[in-house]
């Protein structure tokens, strides 16, 4: 009698217990070493009732800005499309909240450099004292 109540005592496995991460507060045996929820109905409650995913805040607002960016480029190629590329003025494309610091890469199309975006790629250069943006698709 007396060994089998120091068996039970004893942990079956070399895990310290742990807390449930579903906010329950059971503190409970794992069973292996990344099992972090007592059961499955605690893992389901955990996975829809808490955050899912951390995001990283200035990775967004860089993924804000890169999409925005894109769709004005849209806008305008789809309205002033002449052959395979669009011309409009930098100060129409900037009022509309277009940032030229922020792009994915750079890439060489037809001997000119173009910064790209996800769909659309722009150069810009100047024409009688304007800053003109050509607007090119790339996919």
């Given at each position: 009698m007396k060994?089998?109540?120091e068996n039970e005592e004893v942990a079956p496995l070399p895990l310290k217990k742990r807390i449930c991460i579903c906010g329950c507060g059971h503190e409970f045996q794992p069973g292996r070493r990344n099992q972090k929820y007592y059961n499955s109905i605690h893992a389901n409650f955990g996975y829809n009732h808490n955050?899912?995913?951390?995001?990283?805040?200035?990775?967004?607002?860089?993924?804000?800005?890169?999409?925005k960016n894109d769709r004005i480029l849209e806008k305008h190629y789809n309205s002033r499309i002449r052959g395979e590329k669009a011309l409009v003025t930098f100060t129409v494309i900037r009022s509309e909240g277009?940032?030229?610091?922020?792009?994915?890469?750079?890439?060489?199309?037809?001997?000119?450099?173009?910064?790209?975006?996800y769909n659309y790629a722009y150069r810009m250069y100047e024409m009688n004292g304007y800053k003109i943006v050509e607007i090119k698709k790339i996919i």
């Open positions: 060994k089998e109540k955050q899912r995913k951390k995001r990283d805040k200035n990775k967004n607002e860089l993924f804000k800005v890169i999409s277009f940032d030229n610091t922020v792009f994915t890469g750079r890439e060489k199309i037809d001997e000119e450099i173009y910064f790209t975006f």
